[in-house]
C-alpha cells in the first residue's frame, strides 16, 4: 500500500458521462485501480466555473457521475471517490498556485482556449464574459492532482496542455520553497479521442453525437441509425469503404471479434449499411450490457452510493492534510505548532 503510486484523475459533474469518456479515461483507470491507490474526484467546484447559474446541475450531476464510475467497473473498495467541493485544502492550495502562473499562460493553454471558442460558438459572442474562475481552471486542477500526491493522471488527450501547465506550476513551487509536491505524468488511453457518430473528432456532449453509457436500446438505436457511413456507397451492394465509415469505426469499438467480417464483407458489398447498423446496435448494447446492470445496481441503492461518497470523501481529506500541512511548513506559512 504504502509504496504504490497515487492516480487522481476525474470528471466535471455536469452530465453523464458517454463513450468518450469511457474509452478516453474510464476503461484505463478501472484496469489501474488495482495497481495503484485511485483518487477519483468529482469536480464540482470545476463545474461551477462555467455553471455557476446552474447550481441544481451541478448538484444533481454529482450522482450521475459517481454512477457512471461504478458502472464502468471502479470498485469503492479498491478506489477512493470524493467531492471536490468539501476539501477545503483544494481551494488553498489554488490561492498559493495562483501567483506562479501568470495571465498570458493561461489565456495561451490550448484546453482553455479551444473551450472557450466553443463556448462562443455555442452562446455568441459573450467572449467577454470569461471569468477569473473558468481561466483559472487548470490552477485549481493542478491543487486537485497535487493534494493527493498524484504521480499518473489518465486523462483524455485534449487535457494534456492543462496537465503540462500542472506540471510547470509544479516544478516552479518545487524551486521556490523546496521540493515538495509531486509532479504528475499523464497516462493517455490508447483510444485517447472517440469520434463522434457524425465523422466529428470530437464525441461531446455539446456536440449531440455521443453514446451515454446508461443509454436505453431505444436512444442507442436511434442515435446509430443516423451514423454516417460511406457516402460513395449508393446501392447496398455497391462496395464499401471502411475506412471513411463511423459504423464500421464502432465495431472497432465495440464487435473487435467480428471485425474482419465486417470489414470484407463491406468491402465487398455483401453486407448493407442497414444491416451493419443493426449488428452495430446489438453489439453496442452487449458492450454496455455489464456496465448498465452495475449502474442499476447502485441506482436501486442510492443510501450505498451516499455512503460511499462520504467515506470517500473522508479518506481524501486525511490525505490532503497530510500534503497541506508539508506546503504550510515549505511555504514557512506554518506559524503556530498546533496539529
Ligand atoms: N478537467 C477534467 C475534465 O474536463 C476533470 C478534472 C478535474 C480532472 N480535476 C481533475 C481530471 C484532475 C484529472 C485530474 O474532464
Known amino acids: 500500500m504504502e509504496n504504490k503510486k497515487n492516480i487522481l484523475t476525474g470528471d466535471r459533474p455536469t452530465g453523464r458521462l458517454h463513450l468518450g469518456h469511457y474509452f478516453g479515461s474510464l476503461k484505463k483507470r478501472v484496469e489501474l485501480q488495482d495497481k495503484y491507490n485511485t483518487y477519483i474526484i468529482i469536480a464540482d467546484v470545476q463545474a461551477l466555473t462555467d455553471n455557476f447559474e446552474n447550481p441544481k446541475k451541478v448538484r444533481q450531476n454529482i450522482y450521475e457521475v459517481a454512477f457512471d464510475n461504478l458502472a464502468a467497473g471502479i470498485d469503492p473498495n479498491k478506489a477512493t471517490i470524493f467531492i ?4 477545503p485544502e483544494i481551494a488553498e492550495l489554488t490561492v498559493f498556485y495562483s501567483n506562479l502562473v501568470t495571465i498570458s499562460r493561461l489565456q495561451r493553454n490550448p484546453t ?11 452562446f455568441g459572442n459573450k467572449g467577454e464574459s470569461v471569468t477569473y474562475g473558468f481561466l483559472g481552471y487548470p490552477v485549481s486542477q493542478t491543487a ?31 524551486s521556490i520553497y523546496g521540493e515538495t509536491l509531486v509532479e504528475p505524468e499523464a497516462i493517455l488511453s490508447s483510444n485517447t479521442r472517440i469520434k463522434g457518430l457524425d465523422g466529428n473528432e470530437k464525441m ?10 446508461a443509454d436505453s436500446y431505444e436512444e442507442v438505436r436511434e442515435k446509430i441509425m443516423k451514423a454516417v457511413t460511406d ?8 462496395p464499401g469503404n471502411p475506412n471513411v465509415c463511423m459504423v464500421y469505426y464502432y465495431h472497432k469499438l465495440v464487435n473487435e ?3 474482419k467480417t465486417v470489414c470484407e464483407e463491406c468491402k465487398k458489398g455483401k453486407r448493407g449499411c442497414v444491416d451493419c447498423k443493426k449488428d452495430l446496435i446489438e453489439s453496442m448494447m452487449n458492450f454496455l450490457k455489464p456496465i448498465q446492470e ?3 445496481y447502485y ?4 443510501e450505498l452510493v451516499e455512503k460511499i461518497l462520504m467515506e470517500g470523501t473522508k479518506k481524501a481529506r486525511e490525505k490532503a492534510k497530510e500534503v497541506m500541512k508539508r506546503v504550510r511548513e515549505n511555504m514557512k506559512i506554518d506559524y503556530f505548532k498546533e496539529s
Open 112 to 122: 482553455v482556449k479551444s473551450e472557450i471558442s466553443q463556448k462562443k460558438e455555442l
Open 204 to 213: 461531446g456532449k455539446s456536440l449531440g453525437n455521443a453514446i451515454y453509457l
Open 299 to 302: 441506482e436501486e441503492r442510492p
Open 84 to 87: 471536490q467541493s468539501l476539501i
Open 144 to 174: 486537485d492532482i497535487t493534494a493527493f500526491d498524484g504521480a499518473l493522471v489518465p486523462v483524455g488527450e485534449d487535457q494534456l496542455p492543462v496537465l503540462e501547465q500542472t506540471r510547470e506550476i509544479v516544478r516552479k513551487f518545487n
Open 231 to 238: 457516402p460513395n456507397r449508393i446501392k447496398k451492394d455497391d
Open 257 to 259: 471479434e467480428n471485425i
Open 294 to 296: 452495475r449502474r442499476r
